[in-house]
T-cell receptor
Framework: DVKVTQSSRYLVKRTGEKVFLECVQD?????MFWYRQDPGLGLRLIYFSYDVKMKEKGDIPEGYSVSREKKERFSLILESASTNQTSMYLC????????????FGPGTRLTVT | QKEVEQDPGPLSVPEGAIVSLNCTYSNSAFQYFMWYRQYSRKGPELLMY????GNKEDGRFTAQVDKSSKYISLFIRDSQPSDSATYLCAMSDYTGGFKTIFGAGTRLFVKA
């Protein structure tokens, strides 16, 4: 079974803090993704990576950065957390061929106060 | 206008009912259509996918795509309380890009 794990299920941070969200997958997938999920807005892509040290901006990259130093690990960084970044963050991974099924982690519920 | 529109519900049905979940989309380039199921406090998991138009059946689930109307559906027959979850439609044009567009999800409750 594919397993995607995220470092925390729940996180509370203060405005202005630097926040690290970690994601690890164990299926040797080439691609990894970070989404945020908000009620009524669905899943919105923040960043994705198709190879180690490679990254591409998604639809809402502002205020975020990512790091992929190893194939199995993809980190999302909130440089200076703000209250509008309070959300559910979901990490996913996939093979390149076929590029259809994404395997999701359980999510991190981040609250910024 | 969002690229993918999905009624958020909630949709509440009695056990055994036939459930119909729907999405509309605006991008005619979409070729792959997926349905993900997300249980409470879990990440989404792929339920079914179809390519282009037509129907696909898997047990109690049927996915239907009408590209001419830009409309996709997921039917659940003989619904069970264990089907209670949020169902997200998703679609991709798969032109070498990596972006899948997700609907907002429909929350389904199946009452015993």
């Amino acid at each position: 079974d594919v397993k995607v794990t995220q470092s925390s299920r729940y996180l509370v941070k203060r405005t202005g803090e630097k926040v690290f969200l970690e994601c690890v997958q164990d299926m040797d997938h080439e691609n990894m993704f970070w989404y945020r999920q908000d009620p009524g807005l669905g899943l919105r892509l923040i960043y994705f990576s198709y190879d180690v040290k490679m990254k591409e901006k998604g639809d809402i990259p502002e205020g975020y950065s990512v790091s992929r130093e190893k194939k199995e690990r993809f980190s999302l960084i909130l440089e200076s957390a703000s209250t509008n970044q309070t959300s559910m963050y979901l990490c996913a991974s996939s093979y390149t061929v076929p590029l259809l099924e994404q395997y999701f982690g359980p999510g991190t519920r981040l609250t910024v106060t | 206008q969002k690229e993918v529109e999905q009624d958020p519900g909630p949709l509440s049905v009695p056990e055994g009912a036939i459930v119909s979940l729907n999405c509309t989309y605006s991008n005619s380039a979409f070729q792959y259509f997926m349905w993900y199921r997300q249980y409470s406090r879990k990440g989404p998991e792929l339920l079914m996918y179809t390519y282009s138009s037509g129907n696909k059946e898997d047990g109690r689930f049927t996915a239907q795509v009408d590209k001419s109307s830009k409309y996709i559906s997921l039917f659940i027959r003989d619904s069970q309380p264990s089907d209670s979850a949020t169902y997200l439609c998703a679609m991709s044009d798969y032109t070498g890009g990596f972006k899948t567009i997700f609907g907002a999800g429909t929350r389904l409750f199946v009452k015993a």
